[in-house]
């Protein structure tokens, strides 16, 4: 950037959310600053978008479920965020769910994830989902080889019933590259109030990033169909990503962009 800000730059910067951006690392970045009140303001427009697609789920009874997979460290907890922190906490979940227990092992693979199926009017965001069993369990040893060919043999026909019964579907993947993963795993490590979010399969992660490319591809192939497709987010940069996430959502769902909010 050149050494002259305009009136518009300097007037941008010149805010609180201007002088936070500029302030908040060291060394001091202009570009960055201007780029962070620019994402700031977009932001804050897609959210009034977001809070007008809910209403209008709300008002018409719609069930919407948004699939999140992606990278270790690739920004789902943070894009999640985004999509959820305006809008009216009555009328959405987000579902992590954790190892599953014994009683869960024993049942049919998806019953678990259908049980946090929306009611009516209301929005699920799955922080990773049943695609786990695509890539991260096979990876890691967590299933066998026969269980991961039956996921794979049953899970298009899976999203075929849940189109079927009405209910809305995006499926997102979150996507960074190997020194940026490297970079956000040191990042969590030597900060200790982002320590909690390493995990042991993130410990790997980087160790097995073929073995996790090799998978992601394969469910690509399979699972990428007409009806229900995924949509790669580049996720390098946070910000651009988040925009990007909140765009997707509101393009796939065909909600009445004329409700008042």
């Known amino acids: 950037m050149g050494d002259k800000l305009t009136k518009k730059q300097v007037n941008k910067l010149n805010t609180k959310k201007g002088l936070l951006a500029l302030l908040s690392k060291e060394p001091f970045n202009v570009e960055r600053g201007l780029r962070y009140v620019d994402y700031q303001k977009k932001l ?3 959210q009034v978008e977001l809070i007008r697609l809910q209403t209008w789920a709300i008002n018409n009874d719609e069930r919407i479920i948004i699939v999140f997979q992606g990278r270790d460290a690739a920004g789902k907890g943070g894009a999640i965020r985004r999509l959820t922190e305006r809008i009216n906490p009555r009328h959405m979940r987000i579902v992590a769910l954790p190892k599953p227990t014994k009683d869960e092992q024993s049942q ?4 678990r994830y259908v049980e946090q199926f929306p009611k009516a009017g ?21 299933c066998t080889e026969k269980e991961y060919e039956i996921f794979m043999n049953q899970v298009n026909e899976f999203e075929k019933m849940i189109l079927e019964s009405g209910i809305h579907l995006v499926k997102i993947y979150m996507s960074i590259s190997k020194k940026e993963q490297a970079k956000r795993f040191a990042d969590i490590k030597s900060n200790p109030l982002k320590q909690w979010k390493m995990t042991k399969l993130d410990e790997k ?17 399979k699972t990428n169909t007409e009806i229900s497709p995924w949509k790669i987010i580049r996720a390098n940069r946070k910000t651009e990503a988040r925009v990007n996430v909140i765009n997707h959502v509101l393009e796939r769902i065909p909600y009445d962009k004329s409700i008042e909010v």
């Open 44 to 46: 804050k427009k897609l």
């Open 108 to 111: 049919w693979y998806f019953q």
């Open 122 to 142: 209301e929005m699920v965001f799955f922080d990773r989902s049943w695609y786990n069993r695509a890539v991260v369990e096979p990876v890691n040893g967590f």
């Open 205 to 221: 992660a980087q160790i097995l990033w073929d073995q996790y490319t090799e998978y992601k591809d394969a469910m690509f192939k």
